[in-house]
């Protein structure tokens, strides 16, 4: 099973995505590891660690008081280990700050050069197989279009107390 985690918290950046968003209301995906770290791409540095893709604490989020959802994804044993797979191989890369423009801007949301955090959770869904390779080209993906995808595979969505 492929577990993440959405979130939404109450700073600027996050109210700003949601905005942009297409009304799930999440500002940020991270993917859950066994050990119940999350790893994913931040644009910040949290709890000591590096902005770009790394992996945090589990609780990293949790002094902003987000929303939170876990979302399980069903996968087969190798699927699963495949995403974690292609996820922890971009482990150190840098996040994509060009994403942002991509709301008003055309880019390719599967550069693997840089990475935000939705595009990076759908990428590895992709690369595992458990997404099809999505049919339109888009210029992002950002936290709602992520959740969209999810459900449409039928992921349960489970909230979190904040």
Known sequence: MIVVQFSACADLGSRLI???????????????????????????????????????????????????????IDADAATTAAFYRALLSQIGKPYDMSAILAFALDRDWRDQGAWICSEFNIWGAEACGRVPRLATRASKIDPDDCALVYSALGARFIPLPA
């Open 18 to 72: 949601r905005y942009f968003g297409h009304g799930a209301g999440f500002s940020h995906v991270d993917a859950v590891l066994s050990s119940g770290a999350l790893l994913g791409a931040r644009s910040d540095v949290r709890e000591g660690v590096p902005a770009g893709v790394q992996v945090r604490p589990p609780h990293y989020l949790d002094r902003f008081k987000p929303r939170k959802v876990r979302v399980e």
